[in-house]
């Protein structure tokens, strides 16, 4: 699972503050609609739809394996998902790319480049899972894109600050000391993969397009690292100034063929520019957007440096399923993106959040009954441990508001909620309220020790494994589900930390409800 729980402790009291703040000053707006007639470029190109077709030799190496899945990337980590059903031997996706950009078919294919229009067609083998052909008008690039991957850059390979290192005692030790240690491993890993993308260059003659890709995937990932590990020694106290500023990384931005990692760039170069700031001023910008747009402006030139991070400020909102914060704040976003792939998938994910606000129990069934087959499905092999662990919650607590926390012994965030946790389950203690954890450590099942009314489940990795896909833990953790008297998922996130005031302004709405209610 990524954890990501250092960069989420750095942020806990401004976005703790944020949403406070965005919740406070909210009145829905009449008949909103989500404007898209500013968006710049040919519609009749963007809105094009790529086609994927694909056929598996051998498939009896892994006769289980029912489905092929895709990740189309987005902000907050949460892609956009499909999944094709195998029907002798073939599947088959239609996607909107709405841009020219990369998408993963893991584990089989972790770059694929496709654009509007694109028809591509991928063969692959189960009994030799590295061997990939691409065939169709979007070959070319892909097959080089995954000889690049395959054999010239380990994306992962990046020096870390929490790398350590044993002591003669024994005891561990940061490898990189200070910031200036770190700085200096990571540029001479930077030099590394661009000696090995020139090697690539050399020896494959990839487009100029495709060569132009690969290297701000090598650079986007430089300083991806870089800003997470600086913000770690800042948050030591250390200073750190003097090692990143954003005008650094704003050539990777531009309109054309754009790499998944850009989405994790700009929200870590937000995390920067958040970090200076005073928690109480970050939060007070955030329910003035026209502030938040000129503080953008005055930070980069860079068009579309400027629009991923204004997507990524109004995909924060959305990611806290707060659609009535977006609907006020919709002006200024409108006014500022018009790249049609930033704008119509922030588009499509208003949508389905909307539709999730105005009726939770569709998307509710789905995430508790995934492991179900669908009519015309053929019943799935194994039975989801995860989901079979919160039906049970869910059953045993009938006509009861359920709060489910998602977090870890060892994770520092989850540590610092859990006073908060402790305080709220003395103060609903008479309440019809259940609250439970589920910590992602293997141990001992029971009531947890510093309130007997919270149950708590140490998750087996069948469970875990069983959760994180559907209810997106990997986004990070602590994370939170709310589940009403009637069984449904009515709000799930980061933002329902017990921290948070307005978490028991939201539990106390679902509460009213239930009988035992005073």
């Known amino acids: 699972m990524r954890i990501r729980s250092n960069i989420k402790t750095l942020f806990l009291s401004a976005c703790t503050l944020l949403c406070a703040c965005r919740q406070n000053v909210i009145s829905e707006p009449a008949d909103f609609v989500f404007s898209t007639e500013n968006i710049e470029g040919d519609e009749a190109y963007y809105s094009k739809p790529a086609v994927i077709t694909g056929h598996i030799a051998n498939r009896d190496t892994y006769p289980n394996v029912t489905e092929v899945g895709i990740s189309i990337p987005f902000y907050d980590r949460v892609d956009s998902k499909q999944t094709s059903s195998i029907y002798e031997d073939r599947f088959g996706f239609s996607v909107l790319p709405y841009a020219p950009r990369t998408i993963s078919m893991a584990p089989y294919v972790d770059h694929m480049v496709v654009c509007p229009g694109d028809s591509i067609h991928v063969e692959l083998d189960f009994a030799e899972l590295g061997k990939v052909h691409f065939s169709g008008n979007g070959a070319e690039n892909n097959v080089k894109m995954n000889e690049f991957h395959m054999f010239y850059y380990l994306s992962h390979d990046w020096p870390s600050h929490g790398n350590y290192e044993v002591a003669a005692d024994g005891t561990p030790v940061r490898k990189y000391k200070d910031a200036a240690s770190l700085s200096e491993a990571l540029k001479e890993k930077l030099a590394y993969h661009l000696s090995r993308l ?7 003659h990839p487009s100029k397009e495709l060569e ?10 430089y300083f991806s690292t870089l800003i997470q590990g600086l913000l770690s020694y800042k948050n030591a106290g250390e200073d750190v100034s003097d090692y990143f500023h954003v005008k650094d990384a704003a050539g990777l931005f531009s309109p054309d063929c754009m790499p998944s990692n850009l989405f994790e760039l700009s929200s870590n170069i937000n995390y920067w520019l958040l970090h200076d700031m005073d928690p109480e001023e970050a939060a007070l910008m955030m329910t003035d957007n026209t502030s938040l747009m000129r503080f953008l402006k005055k930070i980069t030139k860079n068009k579309m440096l400027l629009q991923m991070l204004t997507t990524h400020f109004y995909n924060m909102m959305l990611e806290d399923n707060d659609t009535e914060s977006f609907e006020k704040h919709f002006k200024e976003f409108n006014e500022t993106v018009t790249y049609p792939l930033l704008k119509l998938n922030t588009r499509d994910r208003y949508v389905i959040k909307k539709a999730y606000a105005e009726n939770p129990k569709i998307l509710s069934d789905a995430i508790l009954h995934a492991d179900r087959p669908r009519e015309g499905q053929m019943a799935s092999v194994k039975e989801n441990e995860g989901l079979k662990l919160m039906r049970s919650v869910i059953a045993r607590n009938k006509d009861k508001v359920v709060y489910i926390q998602i977090g870890a012994t060892w994770c520092p965030a989850t540590r610092y909620e859990t006073p908060y946790q402790t305080e ?38 069948e469970q875990r494994l069983g959760l994180d896909p559907i209810l997106h833990t990997g986004r990070g953790i602590p994370f939170y589900i709310l589940i009403n008297k009637e069984g449904v998922i009515v709000d799930f996130g980061e933002h329902l930390r017990p921290s948070i005031p307005e978490t028991r302004d939201i539990i106390d709405k679902h509460l009213q409800g239930c009988r035992q209610y005073v």
């Open 424 to 461: 709220m389950a003395e103060a609903y203690k008479d309440q019809p309220l259940r609250i439970v954890n589920f910590y992602l450590d293997n141990g001992s099942d029971g009531t947890n020790p510093f309130a007997t009314n919270i149950e708590t489940y140490h998750l087996t990795d």
């Open 212 to 221: 132009a890709l690969c290297r701000k995937e090598i650079e986007a990932d």
């Open 198 to 204: 020139e090697a690539f260059i050399k020896e494959k």
